[in-house]
Nanobody
């Protein structure tokens, strides 16, 4: 079992930066294959943001995140981070940390992830 806790959300202005953290507890070294970030805006479906392999250095980004967001990991500390730069009002959402011990068919599919955090709110004002 893996428990995930997100932190770092807040209220910022457009163009600002924000860094999110995801702390994982449990047997992450033996169970985790990859971790990712998803977000859900008001009235919208939950969507993929970024993912990173836990056993290699491969990273994956949505088109909206590419070039602005950076995902990274610290396996020794069981931490995952999402550095968000040049934030836009469209980035306003609850951001969720997710984890899976299996090889995902698609890193963008939320159904491929088995463990989720409770989310952290990110609000970007214009």
């Amino acid at each position: 079992q893996v428990r995930l806790v997100e932190s770092g959300g807040g209220l910022v202005q457009a163009g600002d930066s924000l860094s999110l953290s995801c702390a994982a507890s449990g047997n992450t070294r033996s169970m985790t294959f990859c971790m990712g970030w998803f977000r859900q805006a008001p009235g919208k479906e939950r969507e993929f943001v970024a993912a990173i392999s836990w056993i290699e250095d491969s990273t994956y980004y949505s088109e909206s995140a590419k070039g602005r967001f950076t995902i990274r990991k610290d396996k020794d500390k069981n931490m995952m981070y999402l550095q968000m730069n040049s934030l836009l009002p469209e980035d306003t959402a609850v951001y969720y940390c997710a984890e899976t011990p299996y090889v995902p068919r698609r890193y963008t599919d939320e159904e491929e992830y088995y463990n989720w955090g409770q989310g952290t709110q990110v609000t970007v004002s214009s």
